[in-house]
């Protein structure tokens, strides 16, 4: 079986719901998982993934600083980031210009085909 070569990002301090992620993106996708920003800035740096699912925690929390640090980002492409948050923090996102912001919780089916879409077109899901 071939590998996967489009990396995930995902940054989610909850083990459980970042290991329910990674089972469900792993098929399909090289999946990384962090929460140390130095580590995501690396790895953001080494591999440049193809799309970010991000939990940016309380707000004004550093989630949400590292959301604006990975936008600032330089990389050779776009890169989608995907917010899944139990905050009801729509608007923000918006204003962060996010590419998805999925309320928890979030099915893990509906997390896949949300970086399906977005990865095969580099496209905007709102």
């Known amino acids: 079986m071939m590998r996967p070569t ?7 301090n909850d083990l459980a719901t970042a290991e329910m992620y990674q089972r ?5 996708y090289q999946v990384f998982t962090s929460t140390v920003e130095e580590d995501v800035l690396a790895l953001v740096s080494v591999n440049t993934p193809h799309a970010v699912v991000l939990e940016p925690g309380p707000l004004n929390g550093p989630g949400w600083t590292l959301l604006a ?6 990389s050779p492409r776009y890169i989608p980031i995907i917010v899944c948050t139990s905050q009801a923090r729509r608007r923000l996102g918006m204003e962060m210009n996010v590419a998805a912001y999925l309320v928890k919780p979030v099915l893990p089916a509906t997390l896949l085909n ?4 977005l990865t095969s077109e580099d496209g905007r899901e709102t």
């Open 6 to 12: 489009r990396a995930i990002l995902i940054i989610e």
């Open 69 to 74: 640090e990975l936008q600032r980002h330089p």
């Open 24 to 28: 469900a993106l792993s098929q399909h």
């Open 114 to 117: 949300i970086v399906r879409r």
